[in-house]
Nanobody, 115 residues
Framework: QVQLVESGGGLVQPGGSLRLSCAAS????????MGWYRQAPGKPRELVAA???????GYADSVKGRFTISRDNAKNTVYLQMGSLKPEDTAVYYC?????????WGRGTQVTVSS
């Protein structure tokens, strides 16, 4: 079965950095569009960044210039490098894999930005 397993979340001070990883199995990773979403308490889930099978990346305006998404098809892993973190980046971050019309989700990893 398909599994997307996130790791790398945690508590970080404002201005700090974290790198999230998402290891995928049971999915044709190399042809999937992979994305990172986040959901803060009381707010809807929102797209943070996505990367297509050919490596084209897109970002939410709120994270442009601070976050970088990348993928390693040999390792079936997608990454989210987060820098200059702000308290408003606090959320559960979810990995997403899309091979239309199929859509897969990880269970999420908590990122908390606080002093």
């Amino acid at each position: 079965q398909v599994q997307l397993v996130e790791s790398g979340g945690g508590l970080v001070q404002p201005g700090g950095s974290l790198r999230l990883s998402c290891a995928a199995s049971g999915i044709a990773f190399s042809i999937a569009t992979m994305g990172w979403y986040r959901q803060a308490p009381g707010k809807p889930r929102e797209l943070v960044a996505a990367i297509t099978s050919d490596g084209s990346a897109g970002y939410a305006d709120s994270v442009k210039g601070r976050f970088t998404i990348s993928r390693d098809n040999a390792k079936n892993t997608v990454y989210l490098q987060m820098g200059s973190l702000k308290p408003e980046d606090t959320a559960v971050y979810y990995c997403n894999g899309l091979i239309a019309p199929l859509n897969y989700w990880g269970r999420g990893t908590q990122v908390t930005v606080s002093s």
